[in-house]
Nanobody, 126 residues
Framework: QVQLVESGGGLVQPGGSLRLSCAASGFTFGGYVVGWFRQAPGKEREGVVCIRMGGRVTYYTDAVKDRFTMSRDNAKNTVALQMDGLKPEDTAVYYC???????????????????WGQGTQVTVSS
């Protein structure tokens, strides 16, 4: 069955860095986009960034464009999210998700993704 397992979350001070990883299994990895989403307490889940098989990324929020970098390793069936310059407002549970096909949606809607990981907590605080 399809599985997505995130890792790498934790507590970091403002300005610090974290690297999240997502290991995928149970499907043909190269045939689907993978996205990162986040959900802060009391807020809706929001799209962060999506990556296609060839590495092209689509950012869903301008708030992270200059600080977060998404990558994928098709040989290892993994994606990563390098987060630099972290801010308290980045605090959230971060989820990776598999898209419906090979293209990233333009809006970052949760409806464009069919399988989700369990999430990993990222807390940015001094």
């Amino acid at each position: 069955q399809v599985q997505l397992v995130e890792s790498g979350g934790g507590l970091v001070q403002p300005g610090g860095s974290l690297r999240l990883s997502c290991a995928a299994s149970g499907f043909t990895f190269g045939g689907y986009v993978v996205g990162w989403f986040r959900q802060a307490p009391g807020k809706e889940r929001e799209g962060v960034v999506c990556i296609r098989m060839g590495g092209r990324v689509t950012y869903y929020t301008d708030a992270v464009k200059d600080r977060f970098t998404m990558s994928r390793d098709n040989a290892k069936n993994t994606v990563a999210l390098q987060m630099d310059g972290l801010k308290p407002e980045d605090t959230a549970v971060y989820y990776c998700a598999r898209g419906r096909g090979p293209y990233c949606g333009s809006s970052g809607s949760v409806a464009d993704y069919t399988y989700w990981g369990q999430g990993t907590q990222v807390t940015v605080s001094s």
